[in-house]
């Protein structure tokens, strides 16, 4: 019998329809997921589901709001064995409970007979009503430069919010938990809410924000200090930050802990990683005011329908891209390297003439965006708009972190009580005087001076500061918290205005645009030929986790970390063939560099050069900044043939290949591409270079023989329609 689908509106039900697509079952949904729209469902009078075809969430409401399945159903598995509370607060150092139920007799799995014998909590915060719409945007997105096509913002889906109180105790508290169910993603999204209606003020000193008794990857009897697989689930939150890549910045919030109620679990000494909670490491420690309220940070569950890497890969890269789609903004850039008249003009006017979008004024230029002079921002602003009318976009560099302010404002270490010795050896704390004021100066700098970017470097990495002088933080436990708000709020501010962010951390759910794709500065000091395998190894490290455009390279026009005249490109017009190969290398790959130096060109031969890479760029755009397929590509080992290849079943062109020889010798060999990705399924129209098409048949296993001829270190570009 059908499901009727509901639609949940201040917690009456409103009978919509009574379908549920059949396609579902058939649709790959990385390939085409429009048949996986989510739907709130009626399962019972007191159930009901968040379903996309994909994932699916169980609530009951009675005897208390609890979430009692949550299911993959591309599998077919239970991506859980067990309820818990929906949420856990600490509020005047009292722990409470937010929703759930007690009385499961064996967390290994969950029975549906148990659930009906199960009771709730009576000192937990209780049930008492829903709401619901479609999802809200979480930041304003002012879109002024080329992004991926078709994106929306806010995504499309179901926003559920369910409501809970403290009958007795504290009548005046209210929590929300707020959850995302999205179109086409097997990804849902949650955080909490808390709103203090009562007459005295409250501390918040912790939270808990999801909770979830996964189901354990593996049963292991012991671990013999050997770390344990966790469930085959990817997790996302706004709270993350300290690296490049995700395993590195999610140590803030996201948990996997033993399970203290999993008394059956194989492993003897009860510590397999199976209890998932989403909570910051220390505090957040806020004191929250009659009427006011407070937020948690978000969080992102992506479910796996694989073990396969590429698929997993490749699902976290449209997450982000459906999520943060302002990631997919990829101007073409150069750093100028000086930041007098002269210097400025000719990199902004070079930049136009060769079809370049942004220029930055990188470090060690004597940008100093910290200069709140009137000569200074009159400066700037002039130099914005000089380049607006050219088409350009023009910003800065600033340095947060890694840096000495002094005893006062920098950043105490709790283990020493001394400044130094933290994550960069030294940095300000954005809570000090210093940190307000740099703050203050960052928003002023962008409101006068109507740049474009700003790439800032170290941003916050999550320091946490004892001190207890500081204007901006009480102490140890609201420190981590209260920095890492005052960033991420300025962050969303600058995705309002349309500011590009280049930010060497994982700032991308908070608004930025650009991290680094995974390089050690000191290569780009190595010989040029090194720095051109270097170029194409890093780009097809650094996409396993990141989309092309969320990732930049270098190119170092001049002398960068020493290597002297053999590790720079200038003059430029006597390295041709190397610009060449480092322009392909990125550029081909869909991948921006940042091109350091005092010109693009510097002569009508390297001019040419670079006109017709940005053309062919921009010509293929959307094709080589989509995905890369790792599996039908070869990472460059500069032995032989090494390429990457690109898929998207949206566009016209369904894949781009370029395909390097890094050797002295002409290299003909056969190239099988797997078309799957593509949507591609029998037959496909390849084009070499530009030139003449030709049709090839796709095997069952949807792959596609090809023969080239790669002249020596060179490269061909291929097209697949």
């Known amino acids: 019998m059908n ?207 999801e909770i979830l008794a996964a189901v354990e990857a593996e049963s292991w009897v012991e671990s013999r200090d050997v770390e344990m697989p966790k469930p085959n689930i990817q997790v996302a939150t706004d709270y993350q930050f300290g690296g490049m890549v995700p395993a590195n910045v999610t140590k803030h919030s996201v948990f996997w802990e033993s399970d203290p109620d999993y008394h059956t679990q194989v492993g003897y000494t009860k510590q397999t990683p199976c209890l998932l909670e989403l909570k910051p490491g220390i505090g957040p420690n806020q004191l929250i005011e009659p009427g006011g309220q407070f937020e948690s940070f978000r969080s992102w569950v992506l479910v796996n329908d694989s073990y396969d890497k590429m698929r997993n890969s490749l699902a976290l890269r449209k997450m982000y891209r459906i999520i943060a789609p302002w990631t997919t903004e990829n101007p073409l850039m150069m750093h100028i390297r000086y930041s007098d008249d002269k210097a400025i003009k000719l990199a902004l006017d070079q930049c136009a003439e060769v079809g370049f979008e942004m220029a930055i004024m990188t470090f060690g230029s004597g940008f100093h965006i910290e200069d709140h002079s009137e000569e200074n921002l009159m400066k700037w602003k002039k130099w914005a708009d000089y380049a607006h009318e050219k088409g350009v976009h023009l910003g800065g560099y600033s340095l947060l972190s890694s840096r000495r302010i002094s005893e006062e404002d920098d950043v105490i270490n709790p283990e020493t009580g001394k400044r130094g010795g933290v994550i960069h050896g030294n940095a300000p704390c954005l809570g000090s005087n210093w940190g307000k004021e740099y703050m203050d100066k960052l928003y002023h700098f962008y409101e006068v001076t109507g740049m474009d970017l700003l790439e800032h470097d170290g941003s916050y990495p999550g320091h946490i500061c004892a001190s207890e002088t500081h204007p901006g933080h009480e102490g140890l436990e609201d420190s981590q918290w209260n920095q890492w708000k005052t960033i991420s709020d300025y962050y969303k501010w600058c995705r309002a205005q349309g500011i590009y962010l280049n930010v060497p951390d994982w700032f ?144 016209q062109v369904k894949g781009f290949a370029m395909v390097f020889n890094p050797t002295d010798s002409d290299i003909q060999k056969n190239l099988d591409f797997d078309l799957y990705f593509t949507g591609l399924k029998n037959k496909v129209r390849i084009s070499t270079n530009g030139e003449k098409d030709v049709i090839h048949q796709i095997n069952r296993q949807f792959l596609v023989r090809i023969p080239v001829n790669v002249k020596a270190s060179g490269y061909i570009y291929m097209t697949f329609e």
Not at 79 to 103: H, S
Request: proline fraction near 5%.
């Open 3 to 209: 499901k009727l689908l509901i639609n949940l509106l201040a917690g009456s039900i409103l009978i919509l329809s009574a379908c549920q697509s059949d396609d579902k079952s058939i649709a790959d949904w990385l390939i085409d997921n429009d048949a996986y729209i989510a739907q709130l469902e009626q399962v019972s009078e007191t159930e009901f589901v968040l379903d996309n075809g994909l994932i699916r969430r169980v609530f009951s409401i009675n005897p208390a709001g609890s979430t009692i399945g949550l299911d993959n159903l591309m599998t077919g598995e239970s991506v859980i064995r067990g309820i818990k509370p929906e949420a856990k607060v600490m509020i005047n150092d009292i722990e409470y409970e937010v929703g759930g139920l007690t009385g499961q007799p064996n967390y290994a799995y969950l029975k549906r007979e148990w659930i009906d014998g199960m009771k709730a909590n009576p000192d937990a915060f209780q049930y008492k009503s829903f709401e619901t719409g479609p999802i809200k945007a979480r930041m304003d997105w002012k879109r002024v430069r080329h992004a991926a096509p078709d994106l929306e913002w806010p995504p499309k889906g179901i926003h559920l919010v369910m409501n809970y109180k403290l009958p007795d105790e504290m009548p005046g508290l209210e929590i929300k938990v707020h959850y995302n169910m999205y179109d086409g993603l097997p990804v849902f999204s949650k955080w909490i809410e808390l709103i203090n209606h009562s007459k005295d003020a409250i501390r918040l000193n912790s939270f808990v924000s």
């Open 508 to 651: 991308y759910l908070s608004g930025s645009n650009k991290n680094g794709m995974g390089y050690r500065e000191v290569n780009w000091s190595l010989p040029r030929a090194q720095q051109v395998i270097h170029t194409r190894q890093n780009i097809f490290d650094g996409t396993w986790y990141k989309t092309p455009s969320m990732g930049w390279m270098f190119v170092p026009l001049t002398e960068y970390h020493g290597g002297g005249a053999a590790a720079t490109i200038e003059p430029l017009n006597e390295h041709l063939e190397h610009y060449d190969q480092m322009i392909a290398g990125n550029l081909g790959n869909g991948v921006q560099a940042c091109y350091r130096g005092p010109r693009l060109y510097d002569t009508e031969e390297t001019k040419e050069l670079v006109i017709q890479w940005v053309d062919l760029y921009k010509k293929y755009r959307d094709i080589m900044e989509s995905d890369i397929i790792h599996s039908s590509s070869r990472r460059a080992d500069g032995r032989d043939l090494d390429w990457i290849f690109h898929a998207n079943p949206d566009l």
